[in-house]
C-alpha cells in the first residue's frame, strides 16, 4: 500500500462483513482496502463457522442415515466404516475453494488486500503489522469496522482446543470422543453436539434455561428438537447450570447443579464444548487511540447508519448490535456502502430468518408466540406436520411442521416457524412473505408445486385464515 494515497475506503476484518462491503465498493468505483489477519478471507463463517460447519453436519448426517435408515428404503449395505480423516479433508476442500473464490473476486472488483492486523493510529490512518512481517499504514476517508466476534469462554476453564474446546476445536477433532458435554445449548451446542453424536460420542448438553435452541426458537418447535435429537440419542440436562469445571487429570470433569440452586452432580468427559454465546471482537484494535467506546457487551456504538460517533467511521456484523448471523453481516455491508456511496440504505432487520442445521432443520422468521403474548399483540396460529405432507412421506422424512402466526385482525403474517425436512429452504418463501407484508391468505392462494415440502407451508398458510386441506 501507498502511505501518500488516501483510499475511498479502509475496512478492518476480512470476514462476511468486510469482504462483502469491499466488493460492494469496488462494484461503487471506489478506491478499497481490505486488511484481513488470519491469512485467509471470508472470517468467521467461511474458515471455522458456517462453511466447516455444514460440510461436517452433512456429511455425519449422511452417515448416520447410512447406518440406521437404509434398510426400510430397500438399500442393503455392507460393511460401514467413518473415516474421520477424509471427512475433514472434505471439510477443508469447501473450506480453501470459497475463501480463495473471495480473492478472485476482490482482484475483479480492484480491491486491494493486505494480510494484516489493522489498528487505529488516527482518525483517518490504521497501521498495519503485516503476516509477512513488517509494518504500514494506510489512510482512508472512510473507516469500517468488520473484526467481527470470539467465543465467549467460561471462566475457570482454559481453552486448549483439544480437550476444552469451542466450535473452532469442535470442527476439528481428530478422533471421535466418547463423551462429550456441551456447556450452552444455542445452534452451536446443537449443531456441533449432532455431528459428534451422529459420528458415535456420547453427548450431554447442559442448558441453563428450560428450552434448548438459543435465543428466538418457537417453544412449541423447541420442544420438538429437543424431542427429536434425544431420539437420535443426544442427552439434554435444562435448568442446569455449570457451576465449574477441571480439566487437570485425563478427561474433564464438570459440575453442575440445578439453574434454581439445589442437587449437585459431576459429568465426566473426554472432550467439552464451551458454547454459551459469542462477543465481539476488538482486542488491538486501537479504538482507545480514537476515543472510541464500546457497549457492556463490547459492541462498537454506532447510529442507524452504521456511524460511530466519528461519522467516518462505521462498524457492522458481528462487531456491533444485532444477531450475529453471516447473512445479516451481508445485508449491512452492502447498506453500508450505499449509506457512504449515496446517502442511504436499507436493512429490514424484523425479517432476518435463523436456520440451524440439525436434522431435522429448524428454521425461523419474525416473531414467536411468546414475543407476541409478551406484547399482548393478538394472533391467529396455523399448524401443518410433514407427516401430512406428500413429499415428506415419499421421502420417508416425516418429523416436524410448519407453524405460521399471523396477526388476528388484518392476516399480516408475523412469525413463521418451522422445523422439518430442507427448512432452512423453505423459510426464504416466509423471508419474503414477510419483507412484502404478506397475508396468511396471500399464501395460501399461491400455487405451490405438487409434490413438494413447500405444499406444508401453503397449508399452514391455509389453516392460519381458514383450513388446511390435507390434516
Ligand atoms: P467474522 O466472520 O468474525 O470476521 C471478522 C474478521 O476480522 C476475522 O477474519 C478476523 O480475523 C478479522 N480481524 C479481527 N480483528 C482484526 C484486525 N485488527 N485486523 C485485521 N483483521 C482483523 N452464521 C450464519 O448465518 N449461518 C451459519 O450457519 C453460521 N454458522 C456458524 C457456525 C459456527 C461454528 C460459528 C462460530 C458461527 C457461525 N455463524 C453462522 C455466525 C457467522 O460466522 C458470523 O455471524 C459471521 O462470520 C460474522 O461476520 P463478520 O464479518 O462480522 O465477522
Ligand atoms: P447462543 O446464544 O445461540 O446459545 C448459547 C446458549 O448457552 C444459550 O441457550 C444460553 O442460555 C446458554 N448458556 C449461557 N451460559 C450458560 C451456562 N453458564 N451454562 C449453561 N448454559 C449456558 O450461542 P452459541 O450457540 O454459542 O452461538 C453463538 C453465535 O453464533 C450465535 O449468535 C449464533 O447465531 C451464531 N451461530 C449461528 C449458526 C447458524 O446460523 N446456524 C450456527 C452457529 C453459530
Redesign the pocket.
Given at each position: 500500500a501507498s502511505e501518500a494515497e488516501e483510499k475511498d475506503l479502509v475496512i478492518i476484518g476480512g470476514g462476511v462483513a468486510g469482504y462483502v462491503a469491499a466488493i460492494k465498493a469496488g462494484q461503487s468505483g471506489m478506491k478499497v482496502t481490505c486488511i484481513e489477519k488470519r491469512g485467509a478471507l471470508g472470517g468467521t463463517c467461511l474458515n471455522v463457522?458456517?462453511i466447516p460447519?455444514k460440510s461436517l453436519l452433512n456429511n455425519s448426517h449422511l452417515y448416520h442415515q447410512i447406518l440406521h435408515d437404509t434398510k426400510n428404503r430397500g438399500i442393503e449395505v455392507g460393511d460401514v466404516k467413518l473415516n474421520l480423516g477424509a471427512m475433514m479433508k472434505a471439510k477443508e476442500t469447501s473450506v480453501s475453494g470459497l475463501t480463495k473464490g473471495i480473492e478472485f473476486l476482490f482482484k475483479k472488483n480492484n480491491v486491494e488486500y493486505i494480510k494484516g492486523t489493522g489498528a487505529f493510529q488516527d482518525e483517518h490512518t490504521v497501521a498495519v503489522n503485516l503476516v509477512e512481517g513488517g509494518e504500514t499504514t494506510v489512510r482512508g476517508k472512510n473507516i469500517l469496522i468488520a473484526t467481527g466476534s470470539e467465543?465467549t469462554p467460561?471462566p475457570g476453564l482454559t481453552i486448549d482446543e483439544k480437550k476444552v474446546i469451542t466450535?473452532t476445536g469442535a470442527i476439528a477433532l481428530q478422533e471421535v470422543p466418547k463423551k462429550m458435554v456441551v456447556?450452552?445449548?444455542?445452534?452451536?451446542?446443537l449443531?456441533m453436539g449432532s455431528v459428534w453424536s451422529r459420528l458415535g460420542a456420547e453427548v450431554t448438553v447442559?442448558?441453563?434455561?428450560g428450552q434448548i435452541g438459543?435465543?428466538g426458537m418457537d417453544a412449541d418447535v423447541a420442544k420438538q428438537a429437543q424431542k427429536l435429537l434425544q431420539k437420535q440419542g443426544m442427552k439434554f440436562k435444562l435448568n442446569?447450570?455449570?457451576t465449574a469445571g477441571d480439566a487437570g487429570g485425563e478427561g474433564v470433569k464438570i459440575n453442575v447443579e440445578a439453574a434454581k440452586g439445589g442437587k449437585e452432580e459431576t459429568l465426566d468427559a473426554d472432550v467439552v464444548l464451551v458454547?454459551?454465546?459469542?462477543r465481539p471482537y476488538t482486542n488491538g484494535l486501537g479504538l482507545e487511540n480514537i476515543g472510541l467506546e464500546v457497549d457492556e457487551r463490547g459492541r462498537v456504538i454506532i447510529d442507524q447508519e452504521y456511524r460511530t460517533k466519528i461519522p467516518h467511521i462505521r462498524a457492522i456484523g458481528d462487531v456491533t448490535f444485532g444477531?450475529?448471523?453471516a447473512h445479516k453481516a451481508e445485508e449491512e455491508s452492502v447498506a453500508v456502502v450505499e449509506y457512504m456511496a449515496k446517502g442511504y440504505g436499507h436493512v429490514n432487520y424484523g425479517a432476518i430468518p435463523?436456520?440451524?442445521?440439525t436434522h431435522p432443520e429448524v428454521a425461523w422468521v419474525g416473531q414467536n408466540e411468546q414475543e407476541l403474548k409478551a406484547a399482548n399483540v393478538k394472533y391467529n396460529v396455523g399448524q401443518f406436520p410433514f407427516s401430512a405432507n406428500s413429499r415428506a412421506k415419499t421421502n420417508l422424512d416425516t418429523e416436524g411442521f410448519v407453524k405460521m402466526i399471523s396477526d388476528a385482525e388484518t392476516d399480516r403474517i408475523l412469525g413463521i416457524h418451522i422445523i422439518g425436512p430442507n427448512a432452512g429452504e423453505m423459510i426464504a418463501e416466509g423471508v419474503l412473505a414477510l419483507e412484502y407484508g404478506a397475508s396468511s391468505e396471500d399464501v395460501a392462494r399461491t400455487s405451490h408445486a405438487h409434490p413438494t415440502l413447500s405444499e406444508a407451508f401453503k397449508e399452514a398458510a391455509m389453516a392460519t385464515y381458514d383450513k388446511a386441506v390435507h390434516y
Open positions: 463457522g458456517c460447519s467465543a467460561f466450535s456447556i450452552g445449548g444455542g445452534i452451536i451446542g449443531e447442559v442448558e441453563y434455561l438459543g435465543p442446569t447450570k455449570v458454547a454459551i454465546g459469542r444477531p450475529m448471523l435463523s436456520v440451524m442445521y
